[in-house]
């Protein structure tokens, strides 16, 4: 019995060693900046929350979420459509997002273009929850997370922001 455990004890320690160091990753390329930096290596743009002041590179595609924040491929690019989807690790790139608040900014930049978003809502769903990917009236930046932000192992649900692109 005692070596079950103590196997069980080490496959679980190898498990989240290994998760560690990737989401130490994806945390190292956080980069804490008072201007949202331009876009470098594959990234095709940047994340900027003035109130968290963090700037995050976006990565095209769900499979780079390793990396940073990554932008959901069934979802439009900003200045391309009206439902720009981004999501990020809660452990990682997206740790801060719980203080995020209800007329906060968001800002994407991309390399020839800025677009700015104001938080109009904040809500949790169950993982399956279709109504995130629904197209929006209005130019909108949705950012999605596991919830909650401090449980351990896979969450049972998702934190959902909806902003609304400011005009101007």
Not at 131 to 147: D, E, G, R, S
Request: charged share 20%.
């Amino acid at each position: 019995m005692r070596v079950v455990a103590i196997a069980l004890f080490l496959f679980g320690a190898s498990f989240i060693w290994a998760n560690a160091i990737g989401w130490h990753e994806a945390y190292e390329a956080v980069q804490q900046s008072e201007q949202p930096p331009v876009q470098q290596g594959d990234a095709i743009g940047t994340l900027f929350i003035p109130k968290l002041n963090v700037a995050m590179p976006i990565y095209e595609g769900m499979q780079q979420l390793n990396k940073g924040v990554a932008h959901d491929e069934r979802s439009a690019l900003p200045g391309e459509g009206n439902h720009t989807i981004l999501a990020g690790h809660r452990d990682t790139v997206f740790r801060k997002l719980e203080d995020i608040q209800l007329g906060d900014e968001l800002i994407v930049r991309t390399n020839d273009k800025t677009w700015t978003y104001v938080v109009q809502h904040i809500r949790i769903v169950k993982p399956d929850d279709k109504t995130v990917l629904i197209p929006k009236a209005h130019p909108t930046l949705t950012l999605i997370t596991c919830y909650p932000f401090r449980w351990v192992g896979d969450a049972p649900n998702r934190y959902v922001v909806v902003a609304k692109q400011k005009r101007g």
